[in-house]
Protein backbone atom coordinates (compact mmCIF):
# COMPACT_ATOMS: atom_id res chain seq x y z
CA UNK A 1 0.00 0.00 0.00
CA UNK A 2 1.10 3.38 -0.93
CA UNK A 3 1.94 5.86 2.18
CA UNK A 4 3.95 8.19 4.38
CA UNK A 5 5.88 6.76 7.19
CA UNK A 6 7.24 8.40 9.90
CA UNK A 7 9.58 7.41 12.11
CA UNK A 8 9.65 7.14 15.70
CA UNK A 9 5.98 7.76 16.64
CA UNK A 10 7.24 9.26 20.09
CA UNK A 11 10.92 10.63 20.63
CA UNK A 12 12.30 11.88 23.90
CA UNK A 13 15.80 14.30 23.71
CA UNK A 14 17.25 16.48 26.46
CA UNK A 15 17.49 20.23 25.36
CA UNK A 16 20.33 20.76 23.05
CA UNK A 17 20.60 18.13 21.04
CA UNK A 18 19.99 17.77 17.45
CA UNK A 19 17.52 15.40 16.48
CA UNK A 20 15.92 14.42 13.35
CA UNK A 21 12.42 13.23 11.99
CA UNK A 22 12.19 11.06 9.29
CA UNK A 23 9.80 10.49 6.74
CA UNK A 24 9.57 8.52 4.35
CA UNK A 25 6.75 8.12 1.89
CA UNK A 26 5.96 5.84 -2.27
CA UNK A 27 3.77 8.08 -3.31
CA UNK A 28 5.80 9.11 -6.05
CA UNK A 29 4.57 12.88 -4.80
CA UNK A 30 7.27 15.44 -5.93
CA UNK A 31 5.88 17.83 -3.54
CA UNK A 32 6.56 17.02 0.43
CA UNK A 33 5.48 19.31 3.68
CA UNK A 34 6.94 19.49 7.31
CA UNK A 35 4.13 20.61 9.51
CA UNK A 36 3.91 21.16 12.86
CA UNK A 37 1.39 21.21 15.80
CA UNK A 38 0.51 22.22 18.88
CA UNK A 39 -2.06 21.59 21.82
CA UNK A 40 -5.27 22.77 20.49
CA UNK A 41 -3.78 24.59 17.97
CA UNK A 42 -3.65 23.95 13.87
CA UNK A 43 -0.86 23.55 11.47
CA UNK A 44 1.63 25.66 10.84
CA UNK A 45 4.08 25.01 8.12
CA UNK A 46 7.99 24.83 8.77
CA UNK A 47 9.26 23.83 5.21
CA UNK A 48 8.06 22.05 2.33
CA UNK A 49 9.72 21.26 -0.95
CA UNK A 50 8.49 20.94 -4.18
CA UNK A 51 11.16 19.05 -5.98
CA UNK A 52 14.22 17.09 -5.19
CA UNK A 53 17.09 19.31 -4.24
CA UNK A 54 15.23 22.09 -3.79
CA UNK A 55 13.07 23.47 -0.38
CA UNK A 56 11.51 26.49 1.03
CA UNK A 57 11.06 27.85 3.97
CA UNK A 58 7.73 27.68 5.47
CA UNK A 59 6.15 30.20 8.00
CA UNK A 60 8.58 29.32 11.17
CA UNK A 61 11.42 27.68 9.63
CA UNK A 62 13.40 29.25 12.74
CA UNK A 63 15.90 26.61 14.48
CA UNK A 64 14.84 23.42 12.00
CA UNK A 65 16.59 21.92 8.43
CA UNK A 66 15.28 19.91 5.94
CA UNK A 67 17.40 18.12 3.39
CA UNK A 68 15.64 16.80 -0.24
CA UNK A 69 18.12 14.39 -1.46
CA UNK A 70 15.77 11.65 -2.58
CA UNK A 71 12.39 12.42 -3.82
CA UNK A 72 11.11 9.74 -1.22
CA UNK A 73 12.71 11.12 1.09
CA UNK A 74 12.28 14.63 3.96
CA UNK A 75 14.14 14.59 6.85
CA UNK A 76 13.18 17.41 9.19
CA UNK A 77 16.50 17.62 11.57
CA UNK A 78 14.98 19.84 14.52
CA UNK A 79 18.33 22.08 15.85
CA UNK A 80 19.37 23.20 19.19
CA UNK A 81 18.48 26.78 18.11
CA UNK A 82 14.69 25.98 18.50
CA UNK A 83 13.46 27.59 21.56
CA UNK A 84 10.74 25.44 21.72
CA UNK A 85 10.61 22.13 20.45
CA UNK A 86 8.23 19.74 21.79
CA UNK A 87 5.27 19.28 19.96
CA UNK A 88 3.60 17.11 17.49
CA UNK A 89 4.88 16.94 13.56
CA UNK A 90 3.33 16.05 10.44
CA UNK A 91 4.92 15.13 7.29
CA UNK A 92 2.91 15.25 4.20
CA UNK A 93 3.20 14.67 0.05
CA UNK A 94 0.86 16.25 -2.38
CA UNK A 95 0.50 15.42 -6.20
CA UNK A 96 -0.82 17.88 -8.54
CA UNK A 97 -2.18 20.91 -7.37
CA UNK A 98 -5.70 19.69 -7.16
CA UNK A 99 -4.67 16.70 -4.79
CA UNK A 100 -5.01 16.75 -1.18
CA UNK A 101 -2.43 16.12 0.95
CA UNK A 102 -1.39 13.05 2.54
CA UNK A 103 0.07 13.13 5.87
CA UNK A 104 2.16 10.67 8.09
CA UNK A 105 1.14 9.45 11.79
CA UNK A 106 3.38 11.74 12.97
CA UNK A 107 6.61 12.24 15.62
CA UNK A 108 5.21 13.67 19.11
CA UNK A 109 8.69 15.13 20.11
CA UNK A 110 9.27 16.05 23.76
CA UNK A 111 12.52 17.72 24.77
CA UNK A 112 13.19 18.13 28.56
CA UNK B 1 -0.60 37.60 4.08
CA UNK B 2 -3.04 34.94 4.09
CA UNK B 3 -5.17 33.75 7.24
CA UNK B 4 -8.45 31.70 7.82
CA UNK B 5 -10.78 32.26 10.37
CA UNK B 6 -12.81 29.13 11.85
CA UNK B 7 -14.97 28.91 14.98
CA UNK B 8 -12.71 27.40 17.62
CA UNK B 9 -15.66 25.11 18.88
CA UNK B 10 -19.25 23.93 17.84
CA UNK B 11 -21.37 21.11 20.10
CA UNK B 12 -23.68 19.21 18.38
CA UNK B 13 -26.61 16.28 19.07
CA UNK B 14 -26.28 12.99 17.28
CA UNK B 15 -28.27 12.65 13.86
CA UNK B 16 -28.28 16.54 13.60
CA UNK B 17 -26.68 18.98 10.99
CA UNK B 18 -23.98 21.17 11.52
CA UNK B 19 -21.74 23.66 9.68
CA UNK B 20 -18.77 24.86 10.22
CA UNK B 21 -17.52 28.39 8.60
CA UNK B 22 -14.03 29.49 6.92
CA UNK B 23 -13.68 32.78 6.17
CA UNK B 24 -10.09 33.61 4.47
CA UNK B 25 -7.98 36.61 3.69
CA UNK B 26 -5.68 35.00 0.95
CA UNK B 27 -4.45 36.25 -2.86
CA UNK B 28 -4.49 33.47 -5.11
CA UNK B 29 -5.41 30.36 -4.41
CA UNK B 30 -6.31 26.97 -5.83
CA UNK B 31 -9.04 25.81 -3.73
CA UNK B 32 -10.71 25.16 -0.70
CA UNK B 33 -9.95 22.19 1.27
CA UNK B 34 -11.32 20.25 4.64
CA UNK B 35 -9.45 17.72 7.00
CA UNK B 36 -10.28 15.66 10.07
CA UNK B 37 -8.60 15.20 12.26
CA UNK B 38 -9.37 12.63 15.31
CA UNK B 39 -6.84 13.36 19.04
CA UNK B 40 -3.87 12.24 18.93
CA UNK B 41 -4.16 11.43 15.20
CA UNK B 42 -2.94 12.60 11.72
CA UNK B 43 -5.00 14.74 9.82
CA UNK B 44 -7.06 13.12 6.90
CA UNK B 45 -8.87 14.73 3.81
CA UNK B 46 -12.53 14.76 3.82
CA UNK B 47 -13.29 17.46 0.65
CA UNK B 48 -11.58 20.53 -2.12
CA UNK B 49 -13.59 22.60 -3.39
CA UNK B 50 -11.88 23.95 -6.54
CA UNK B 51 -15.16 25.85 -7.89
CA UNK B 52 -17.60 27.96 -6.28
CA UNK B 53 -20.37 25.73 -5.14
CA UNK B 54 -21.52 22.86 -3.81
CA UNK B 55 -19.65 19.30 -3.49
CA UNK B 56 -20.97 16.79 -1.81
CA UNK B 57 -19.19 13.01 -0.21
CA UNK B 58 -22.29 11.12 1.73
CA UNK B 59 -22.50 12.65 4.80
CA UNK B 60 -20.26 15.51 4.01
CA UNK B 61 -20.52 18.49 1.55
CA UNK B 62 -18.68 21.34 1.34
CA UNK B 63 -19.15 24.93 -0.25
CA UNK B 64 -17.04 27.93 -1.38
CA UNK B 65 -17.96 30.94 -2.54
CA UNK B 66 -14.96 33.36 -3.92
CA UNK B 67 -16.64 36.31 -4.13
CA UNK B 68 -17.47 36.10 -0.37
CA UNK B 69 -14.11 34.76 1.14
CA UNK B 70 -15.85 32.16 2.57
CA UNK B 71 -16.45 28.24 2.60
CA UNK B 72 -18.30 25.86 4.88
CA UNK B 73 -18.36 21.93 5.50
CA UNK B 74 -21.63 20.62 6.39
CA UNK B 75 -21.85 17.42 8.14
CA UNK B 76 -25.42 15.50 8.10
CA UNK B 77 -26.69 13.01 10.24
CA UNK B 78 -23.96 13.30 13.25
CA UNK B 79 -22.24 10.19 14.54
CA UNK B 80 -20.34 9.91 17.86
CA UNK B 81 -17.69 9.25 15.57
CA UNK B 82 -17.69 12.57 14.37
CA UNK B 83 -16.03 14.57 17.21
CA UNK B 84 -13.27 15.38 16.48
CA UNK B 85 -11.07 18.86 15.01
CA UNK B 86 -11.88 19.94 11.44
CA UNK B 87 -9.09 22.51 9.84
CA UNK B 88 -10.39 24.14 6.46
CA UNK B 89 -6.68 25.00 4.21
CA UNK B 90 -6.14 27.20 1.12
CA UNK B 91 -3.97 26.18 -1.84
CA UNK B 92 -2.09 28.80 -2.62
CA UNK B 93 -0.97 29.55 -6.39
CA UNK B 94 2.63 30.59 -4.84
CA UNK B 95 4.41 27.28 -4.24
CA UNK B 96 1.67 24.60 -3.97
CA UNK B 97 1.98 24.73 -0.10
CA UNK B 98 -1.59 24.84 2.42
CA UNK B 99 -2.09 27.23 4.47
CA UNK B 100 -4.18 25.45 7.36
CA UNK B 101 -6.81 27.45 9.85
CA UNK B 102 -6.86 26.90 13.85
CA UNK B 103 -9.37 24.22 13.51
CA UNK B 104 -12.50 23.92 14.72
CA UNK B 105 -13.21 21.05 17.74
CA UNK B 106 -16.63 19.15 17.36
CA UNK B 107 -18.27 17.69 20.09
CA UNK B 108 -21.21 15.02 19.11
CA UNK B 109 -23.62 14.69 22.57
CA UNK B 110 -26.02 12.14 22.62
Known amino acids: DGGITQSPKYLFRKEGQNVTLSCEQNLNHDAMYWYRQDPGQGLRLIYY???????QKGDIAEGYSVSREKKESFPLTVTSAQKNPTAFYLC???????????FGNGTRLTVT | GQSLEQPSEVTAVEGAIVQINCTYQ??????LSWYQQHDGGAPTFLSY????GLEETGRFSSFLSRSDSYGYLLLQELQMKDSASYFC???????????FGAGTILRVKS
Open chain 2, 26 to 31: TSGFYG
Open chain 1, 92 to 102: ASKGDRNSPLH
Open chain 2, 49 to 52: NALD
Open chain 1, 49 to 55: SQIVNDF
Open chain 2, 89 to 99: AVILWYGNKLV
